[in-house]
């Protein structure tokens, strides 16, 4: 099956820096990449996702890349805010299975 | 349109009880998966189920856990006989169809928090 590998664990970043998030997958058959956000005693929330026919997607503050050829994605957040502390979450998944998730990004954005 | 609905969101459970755990899926929605948060690790996968069938359940422990998505009603996650390790954040998520068939993703209900005592 498919193997998610999130870096880093944990980020700290000053109020209006970037934070940048990177996730690898095993499985070439991959084809769709979301991207979640918990906050602490909810439910993960989608933010952004991307197709394996896509480079690139930008959502306002928020973009994602997939690089197929390396089997990587990253999540690029600019200009931080408080509000954008949370646990983000990677995954991976390709036709009829489940969604592989990374072990989780835990970001916190210094005021 | 009421997004995926869990419930009961918080269970107290005594050693060797049964929990049972519902959601339904949003409306048009007919794939559920079911993940388990451990307290500050990630979602762990469960089992991935359509109705009246289990497609994957590869991230079910062998015993004392089981889930249906009956053509009526909820699906439910049932866990027997339960230990103070299954205590944990119970998500359960949705889709309209299989994954990939007109680029749908998935989203998750609130959550139901099992404390076993």
């Known amino acids: 099956g498919e193997n998610v590998e999130q870096h880093p664990s944990t980020l700290s970043v000053q109020e209006g820096d970037s934070a940048v998030i990177k996730c690898t997958y095993s499985?070439?058959?991959?084809?769709?990449f979301p991207w979640y956000k918990q906050e602490l005693g909810k439910r993960p929330q989608l933010i952004i996702d991307?197709?394996?026919?896509?480079g690139e997607k930008k959502d306002q503050r928020i973009a994602v890349t997939l690089n197929k050829t390396a089997k990587h994605f990253s999540l690029h957040i600019t200009e931080t805010q408080p509000e954008d502390s949370a646990v983000y979450y990677c995954?991976?998944?390709?036709?009829?299975?489940?969604?592989?998730f990374g072990t989780g990004t835990s970001l916190t954005v210094i005021p | 349109n009421a997004g995926v609905m869990q419930n009961p969101r918080h269970l107290v459970r005594r050693r060797g009880q049964e929990a049972r755990l519902r959601c339904s899926p949003m409306?048009?929605?007919?794939?559920v998966y079911w993940y388990r948060q451990l307290p500050e690790e990630g979602l762990k996968f469960m089992v991935y189920l359509q109705k009246e069938n289990i497609i994957d359940e590869s991230g079910m422990p062998k015993e004392r856990f089981s889930a249906e998505f009956p053509k009526e009603g909820p699906s439910i996650l049932r866990i027997q006989q339960v230990v103070r390790g299954d205590s944990a954040a119970y998500f359960c998520?949705?889709?309209?169809?299989?994954?990939?068939?007109?680029?749908?993703?998935?989203?998750f209900g609130e959550g139901s928090w099992l404390t076993v005592v």
């Open positions: 499985d070439s058959a991959s084809n769709y």
């Open positions: 995954a991976a998944t390709s036709y009829g299975n489940q969604f592989y």
């Open positions: 991307i197709r394996s026919n896509v």
């Open positions: 409306k048009g929605h007919s794939h």
């Open positions: 998520a949705s889709s309209p169809t299989i994954q990939g068939v007109g680029g749908n993703t998935i989203y």
